[in-house]
């Protein structure tokens, strides 16, 4: 039984012990909050029994295997880096950083110190994606992407009026980019590596950050488009187009329906039975790989993180979107 710390108590954080209920091999002990009686009624709530307003003593517990990390983006290296230095394993929620010479420097932590870091992207484990890696030979030669992931903030109505939030912050790393372009840019970058080039553009707001973009890649012999959205919504499904047939996929985070149309017309179900609690294999590929004696996760490996860091930090500059933390790195 793994013994976990959670930092940050929001939503996502609830979503994740939802999903540890289903998960074998999870004890939920600590709880950090910058307010100690926030984190004692989060722990009561859940079941925790040790609390901490300091994440120092917190990494430095016994009572902690590995910690869980919801923090705002800024945060999110030092703090990787303070529980790694610590061996503790560490499930940090996307995106993984700021840019790639912190990613660089949180991997590089986490292989000298023999402890497992992984970035909390639920797709690479989603039953239904490795489908699509399995079925992709189906399709023929794959010549265009369309990743798609555009949804309206809760948030944005009180930004439009006036107060802005967390989510539209540059000085905490966010924005359209970074919040949801990442589930759109994940699977790109994992199926067909690195581009050869790339270009992007983007609405960006008052505030500093971009409410949303539009990346093209480009391959030697294909090329996608990955469009996100903080300020719109999206009803199109995204593709994966080859020369026999495409990959319609419902939406690209969630991937609770994938298939096959032919170009005949014909179609192919290629879904498979998927928990309606996506962070449940996310957190069973964390929790088995610890198990297993790994510190490197086979569907999550340091090289796609990494590759997908760089490309956020390219389209980042392509569109003129620089956070503090460039500044410190």
Not at 211 to 230: F, H, M, P, R
């Amino acid at each position: 039984m793994l013994k976990f710390g959670v930092i940050g108590t929001s939503n996502i954080t609830e979503a994740l012990l939802f999903a540890a209920k289903l998960a074998t091999g999870f004890q939920l002990t600590s709880v950090y909050s910058r307010s100690l009686d926030k984190a004692k009624e989060f722990a009561d709530k859940y079941g925790a029994e040790y609390v901490f307003d300091d994440l120092n003593e917190m990494a430095r517990s016994p009572h902690i295997d590995a910690v869980y990390i919801a923090s705002p983006n800024s945060l999110h290296c030092e703090q990787t880096c303070l529980f790694l230095k610590n061996k503790k394993h560490v499930l940090c929620e996307k995106p993984l950083c700021s840019n790639f010479h912190e990613a660089k420097l949180i991997v590089q932590t986490a292989m000298e110190n023999g402890v497992l870091l992984m970035e909390a992207m639920k797709t690479c484990s989603l039953p239904n994606y490795l489908s699509i890696k399995l079925n992709l030979h189906k399709i023929g030669k794959v010549r265009h992407v369309s990743s798609h992931y555009c949804q309206y903030s809760s948030r944005y109505d009180r930004f439009k009026s006036g107060e802005v939030m967390n989510a539209f912050k540059p000085e905490l790393s966010n924005g359209a980019l970074m919040d949801i372009g990442v589930y759109a840019l994940y699977p790109v970058i994992d199926l067909f590596g690195l581009p050869s080039n790339l270009s992007a553009s983007a609405v960006m707001l008052s505030s500093g950050v971009d409410g949303l973009g539009t990346a093209l890649l480009e391959y030697k012999d294909l090329t996608a488009s990955v469009t996100y959205s903080k300020i719109t919504d999206m009803r199109v499904p995204s593709e994966i187009q080859g020369e026999n047939g495409s990959i319609i996929i419902d939406h690209i985070s969630q991937l609770n329906s994938v298939k096959i149309i032919y170009r005949d017309g014909s179609e192919e179900d290629i879904s498979v039975p998927q928990s309606p609690t996506p962070m449940i294999y996310e957190l069973n590929e964390f929790i088995h790989t610890i198990e297993s004696g790994g510190t490197e996760s086979t569907l999550n490996s340091y090289s796609l993180m990494l590759k997908v860091s760089d490309v956020m930090q390219h389209i980042r500059k392509k569109i003129g979107l620089i956070f503090p933390a460039d500044k410190i790195s």
